[in-house]
C-alpha cells in the first residue's frame, strides 16, 4: 500500500526565513496531495493542496511543488511568522475513496 | 465553508465505563467520515473509515469491538469507546467528506476529543 514519508520531523528557521518540508510517496497511482497545520490541540486545518495535474500552486506566503517522476511532494513558507509555528503533515491518496496516507509529522519553530 | 461539530471537546472517565463521541456535519452531507486518534507529537492513525448506512471499515490493530462506530445518518458519526482504559487515553478526531463535491477529497476535521481514562 502507500507510504508516506516526511522530513524533517523538526524545523527551526528564523523570523523571516524560508521553509521547506518535504515528503515522499510510494503509489504513482496517488493524486492527490494536501498539507495540514496543526496548532497544539487544535483540529488540523487544510493550508495548501496539489493534484498531478500540475506542478507547482502557490497561495500568497504558501506554495506546494509536486515532483511525480520523483514521487515527492514539498511545502514551502517563505517570509516566515511567530503564527506559523505548528506542526504539519502532509498526506497522499488517490482514487475517490477520500482515504488520506498520512505523513509523521514536522514541528515548525519560528525562532524570533 | 464546511463545518463539522465534534462532541465532547473534552472527556474524563472512570475505568471500565463506556464514552461516546459525536461528530456531526453542520453544513454539508458527509457520506464517508473518518475517525483517527492521535497520541502527543504523533501523527494521525487512522483508526476507521464510515460510510453512511454501512459497517466501519477498521484498521488493522483496532479493535472493533472496543471501538464502536455507528454512521447512522448523512450527518452524524458516532465513536463509542467500551470498557475503557487508561490506555485508551488520548485525543480522537473526526473528518468528513462531502457526497457529490467536486473537491470531495478535501477532508473537513472536527475540533477532537480529549480522552483521559481514569
Known amino acids: 500500500g502507500e507510504n508516506v514519508e516526511q522530513h524533517p520531523s523538526t524545523l527551526s528557521v528564523q523570523e523571516g526565513d524560508s521553509a521547506v518540508i518535504k515528503c515522499t510517496y510510494s503509489?504513482?497511482?496517488?493524486?492527490?496531495f494536501p498539507w495540514y497545520k496543526q496548532e497544539l490541540g487544535k483540529r488540523p486545518q487544510l493550508i495548501i493542496d496539489?493534484?498531478?495535474n500540475v506542478g507547482e500552486k502557490k497561495d500568497q506566503r504558501i506554495a506546494v511543488t509536486l515532483n511525480k517522476t520523483a514521487k515527492h511532494f514539498s511545502l514551502h513558507i517563505t517570509e516566515t511568522q511567530p503564527e506559523d509555528s505548528a506542526v504539519y503533515f502532509c498526506?497522499?491518496?488517490?482514487?475517490?475513496?477520500?482515504?488520506?496516507?498520512w505523513g509523521a509529522g514536522t514541528k515548525l519553530i519560528i525562532k524570533p | 465553508g464546511a463545518v463539522v461539530s465534534q462532541h465532547p471537546s473534552r472527556v474524563i472517565c472512570k475505568s471500565g465505563t463506556s464514552v461516546k463521541i459525536e461528530c456531526r456535519s453542520l453544513?454539508?452531507?458527509?457520506?464517508?467520515m473518518f475517525w483517527y486518534r492521535q497520541f502527543p507529537k504523533k501523527s494521525l492513525m487512522l483508526m476507521a473509515t464510515?460510510?453512511?448506512?454501512?459497517?466501519?471499515?477498521?484498521e488493522q490493530g483496532v479493535e472493533k469491538d472496543k471501538f464502536l462506530i455507528n454512521h447512522a445518518s448523512l450527518t452524524l458519526s458516532t465513536l463509542t469507546v467500551t470498557s475503557a482504559h487508561p490506555e485508551d487515553s488520548s485525543f480522537y478526531i473526526c473528518?468528513?467528506?462531502?457526497?457529490?463535491?467536486?473537491?470531495?477529497?478535501?477532508?473537513?476535521f472536527g475540533a477532537g476529543s480529549r480522552l483521559t481514562v481514569l
Open positions: 473528518s468528513a467528506s462531502a457526497s457529490g463535491n467536486p473537491g470531495a477529497n478535501v477532508l473537513t
Open positions: 453544513d454539508f452531507q458527509a457520506t464517508t
Open positions: 464510515s460510510n453512511e448506512g454501512s459497517k466501519a471499515t477498521y
Open positions: 503509489d504513482s497511482a496517488s493524486n492527490y
Open positions: 496539489i493534484r498531478s
Open positions: 498526506a497522499a491518496s488517490k482514487g475517490s475513496n477520500y482515504q488520506l496516507i
